[in-house]
């Protein structure tokens, strides 16, 4: 007869789980940073973490998830973002006061952070083929899930208008982050890039509400 499996030990479970995920990670962004992305091979980054192909392949599916498990929290975010912003805030309201948030906060998917392991991970990112195809696939699920938020919140603007304005609106965020990326990676300053980011992000949700007023 099996033993049960007592309720304590699925939590310790899955918190061994999630430290092999964080782990497996880090292992591999350090010798990608240090080498990279291509000259790396998963046997090597499952020899670096101590542990076997197998069970890498059983965290991460691709070699490009080793990566972009660092933005995987914010997959959605613009959706959440519309879903949950309350009825006296507008789509894009909600949306420009969330991305002003974050680069005030220097958050680094906004491109706004000049920390080195970060600036060195956007290049890796940003340089790598793979990876930008990986993240092109992320981006249209973003897309597709803010399109559904969108509709939910103004179902009168129609199916067509939600999804040609999730495009817009995440490839806004795409181009924003990179130019912060560019300026930061040339040796600006947070602190001196940080007006001209918000002044670049006001001036692209302007463009948005012009474009889609549906949602303005």
Sequence with gaps: MTSAVSSSEVPGRAQRWRRTHDALSAAAISLFLERGFDQVSVAEVAAAARVTKPTLFAHFPAKEDLVLHRIVDHRGEAARVVAHR?????????????????????????????????LAFHGMVFGTPSLLGRVARYADADERALAA???????????????????????????????NWTYLSTGTSVTARHPAAVTAAVSAFAGLRRAFPDYA
């Design 86 to 118: 309350g009825d006296a805030r507008t789509p894009l309201d909600a949306l420009e006061a969330h991305l002003r948030a974050g680069l005030d906060r220097h958050e680094p998917v906004t491109g706004l952070n000049d920390i080195p392991e970060v």
């Design 149 to 179: 938020a969108l509709v939910e919140a103004c179902p009168d603007a129609g199916e067509l208008t939600a999804r040609l304005a999730a495009a817009q609106i995440v490839v806004v965020h795409r181009v924003l982050a990179r130019e």
